[in-house]
């Protein structure tokens, strides 16, 4: 029995943390390959290591003074050094990333050194090995993932280790440098190496008992889920349930090996657990609600759009030339909205709209500030019924929907709403739905 296990942010970010580590890792002999993230936040108001990295490389850009932010980090790591009882060296480490700093390291390359160095504290704490990421994990020249190689690379590594410590979030580019996953991307370092090493369990720890029926944020105490299949999981995470990350699922459901998220701080507590099918007792219609706030929608309306040929297509490619990526495309008869993240566009919404209007002859609609929300669940595809409880539960909480798109797979509603009603929205959908279920 192998189980590989990832440690969040919290879950490290200080020596009192890493206690409840070592006492988790020590009650299963299982427990052998450890991923770790930089230590994250003690109490609400406390710096994320990696923030306080990036920070530094802001500070070094901008030619203003960075020794006091990077005096921080050290001093974070020093005290979790000490309280361990450990030597790595600390000292010397962190003169390097000083020198590397100077002398032109990459933003990426600084962010890595937050989860290389407690990689390196919690090995010497552990009495495992270190075995660095960089050069296994790995990215191509345009900075895209090596999936097989990766694999391959791990595989290899890890074989003569019975027992080891890996820094998350990173890897390398074929020249050598450091190259970082999206923020969260821990999570994905700690699936690639469940699947490298045919792990039977990948234990994702962190500081919520497991996935919860909506943002722990917004609804008051929501229900825990206990089981959810990947693929709800993955429309979960994507559209904004911020426990794993969403890329986080692909490299164990190819081997099926079962995601389990826990608590370092209710070690005793169950959490939930991701697979592939999950046998349906629990007779809930819907398993979590998520979403995301600030979309836009371009409205294109055009009499008889749905019987020219090719006209959906164009007004693709007109994104694709921006390389903008489409989220949504609810349509009717006459009107197609393409919704996207601001973020994604905000530097070419004219260029993009007076494109559209020129070469396809028609009216663009912008709509900003919109919020989209997915409810999704596996019991909801054969069961009748669900979006009108749905639309009316936000009808009575007088929110307006502005879009609504459902995922072929029938397990999940998309609404747009303002916003402004986003937790509003998602409060009234979660009542209808569980509270007012039970
Ligand atoms: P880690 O640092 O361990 O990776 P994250 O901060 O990335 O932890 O993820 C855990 C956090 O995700 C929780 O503290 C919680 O605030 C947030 N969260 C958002 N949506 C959900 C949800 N549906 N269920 C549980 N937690 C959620
Ligand atoms: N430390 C990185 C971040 O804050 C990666 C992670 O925690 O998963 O995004
Ligand atoms: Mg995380």
Same mark, same amino acid.
């Not at 794993?244 to 699922?249: I, P, T, W």
């Not at 008889?304 to 007109?318: D, K, P």
């Given at each position: 029995m192998i189980k590989v296990v990832k440690f969040g942010g919290s879950s490290v970010a200080d020596a009192i943390q890493l206690a409840k580590v070592k006492a988790i890792i020590d009650e299963d002999p299982a427990r052998r390959y450890v991923v770790v993230s930089a230590p994250g936040k003690r109490f609400s108001a406390d710096n994320k290591i990696t923030d306080l990295l990036y920070l530094c490389k802001a500070h070094m850009d901008h030619n203003i003074g960075y020794s006091q932010v990077l005096q921080v980090i050290g001093d974070r790591y020093?005290?979790?050094e000490l309280n361990l009882g450990v030597n790595v060296n600390m000292d010397a480490e962190l003169q390097k990333i000083d020198e590397d700093l100077r002398n032109g390291a990459s933003s990426d390359y600084m962010a890595s050194r937050g989860e290389y160095l407690m990689a390196k504290l919690t090995a010497a704490y552990l009495g495992y090995d270190f075995i660095d990421t960089a050069g296994l994990v790995v990215f191509d020249?345009?900075?895209?993932?090596?999936?097989?190689?990766?694999? @391959?690379?791990?595989?290899?590594?890890?074989?003569?280790?019975?027992?080891?410590?890996?820094?998350?979030?990173?890897?390398?580019?074929?020249?050598?440098?450091?190259?970082?996953?999206?923020r969260g991307g821990s999570d994905i370092t700690g699936s690639l190496v469940a699947r490298a090493v045919g792990a039977d369990m990948y234990e994702n720890w962190t500081d919520v008992s497991g996935f919860l029926m909506a943002d722990p944020r917004i609804v008051e105490s929501p229900k825990p889920i206990e089981k959810v299949t990947y693929m709800e999981l993955r429309e979960l995470s994507y559209m904004g349930a911020s426990v794993?990350?969403?890329?986080?699922?692909f490299p164990v459901r190819e081997n099926n090996i079962p995601i389990?998220?826990?608590?370092?701080?209710?070690? @005793?507590?169950?959490?939930?657990?991701?697979?592939?099918?999950v046998p349906d007792e629990s007779g809930d219609i819907i398993t979590g609600i998520a979403g995301r706030k600030d979309f836009v929608s371009f409205g294109i309306f055009k009499?008889?759009?749905?019987?020219?040929?090719?006209?959906?297509?164009?007004?693709?490619?007109?994104?694709e030339s921006y390389d903008v990526p489409i989220e949504h495309i609810p349509s009717g008869v006459d009107t197609i909205s393409i919704v996207v993240p601001l973020d994604k566009v905000e530097d070419h919404i004219q260029d993009i709209?007076?494109?559209?209007?020129?070469?396809?002859?028609?009216?663009?609609?912008?709509?900003?500030?919109?919020?989209v929300i997915a409810t999704v669940g596996r019991g909801m595809s054969s069961r009748p019924g669900v979006s009108g409880k749905l639309f009316n539960a936000l009808a009575e909480a007088n929110?307006?929907?502005k879009m609504i798109d459902?995922?072929?797979s029938e397990m999940n509603i998309i609404v747009g709403v303002d916003n402004d009603d986003f937790a509003d929205a998602i409060r009234a959908i979660y009542n209808a739905f569980v509270t007012n279920e039970n």
């Open positions: 020093k005290a979790i020249k345009k900075g895209r993932f090596l999936d097989e190689e990766t694999n @391959e690379n791990l595989k290899n590594a890890l074989d003569g280790h019975e027992r080891a410590v890996l820094p998350g979030f990173y890897g390398s580019l074929p020249d050598g440098k450091i190259k970082t996953f999206s794993l990350h969403e890329d986080a699922v389990n998220i826990r608590n370092t701080n209710e070690p @005793e507590n169950p959490g939930t657990v991701i697979m592939a099918d009499n008889m759009m749905s019987s020219e040929v090719g006209f959906i297509r164009r007004v693709l490619s007109i994104f709209i007076e494109e559209i209007e020129r070469k396809l002859r028609v009216h663009v609609v912008l709509q900003e500030g919109i919020a929110i307006n929907i459902q995922g072929s």
